[in-house]
């Protein structure tokens, strides 16, 4: 299956700061999703973003298919950003499987007052 | 309110013991899926259907087993088999299995072994 890493690992901000997150993945893609995972376990879909940039409020991101990697970035953040982003992808080449999604090992972010 | 939603939400179990979560969608969709999740990892995913009474095994299958008897449940058993079932378990759903859509997660349960 496709490789994704993401970078950091780890994150420490303080409120207000701002942050990008890394996502590269190995081969072609057909979908690209970020998601958040609240301390309580919860993951909520941020973007589709197989190309191009969106943004949503106080966060955006960019993804660049021809170089095979994608950003996250977070603005103004807030305590309440804490938790893990994680990208995940879904693979383009032939024999790849539709809909299933091969995921990062995430980002850990923690927002301090 | 449409969601998904998983049944227990923590789960102890001793060694040796199967035990079936539940997952549960009312959202229409055709394809769920189960992932595991072990502390500072990403998603692994166990296994996935795209449609009643058809599933496939995802990377970690082994020691697992599923079915997918109606549109809206999707459980999945931890046989004994499975040498380190401690872990968070995930289920998830899409509408279908296009690329643009985006996947939909219950809370999880929280599996431990004892």
């Known amino acids: 299956g496709i490789q994704v890493e993401q970078s950091p690992p780890d994150l420490i901000l303080q409120e207000g700061a701002n942050s990008t997150l890394r996502c590269n993945f190995s081969d072609s893609v057909n979908n690209l999703q970020w998601f958040h995972q609240n301390p309580w376990g919860q993951l909520i879909n941020l973007f589709y973003?197989?190309?191009g940039t969106k943004q949503n409020g106080r966060l955006s991101a960019t993804t660049v298919a021809t170089e095979r990697y994608s950003l996250l970035y977070i603005s103004s953040s807030q305590t309440t950003d804490s938790g893990v982003y994680f990208c995940a992808v879904e693979g383009r080449r032939r024999g790849s499987t539709l809909g299933r999604l091969y995921f990062g090992r995430g980002t850990q972010l923690t927002v301090w007052p | 309110d449409g969601g998904i939603t998983q049944s227990p939400k923590y789960l102890f179990r001793k060694e040796g013991q199967n035990v079936t979560l539940s997952c549960e969608q009312n959202l229409n969709h055709d394809a769920m899926y189960w992932y595991r999740q072990d502390p500072g990892q990403g998603l692994r995913l166990i296994y996935y259907s795209q449609i009643v009474n058809d599933f496939q095994k995802g990377d970690i299958a082994e020691g697992y087993s599923v079915s997918r008897e109606k549109k809206e449940s999707f459980p999945l058993t931890v046989t004994s088999a499975q040498k380190n079932p401690t872990a968070f378990y995930l289920c998830?759903?899409?509408?279908?299995?296009?690329?643009?859509?985006?996947?939909?997660f219950g809370p999880g349960t929280r599996l431990t072994v004892l």
């Open positions: 998830a759903s899409t509408l279908g299995t296009r690329s643009t859509d985006t996947q939909y």
């Open positions: 973003i197989p190309s």
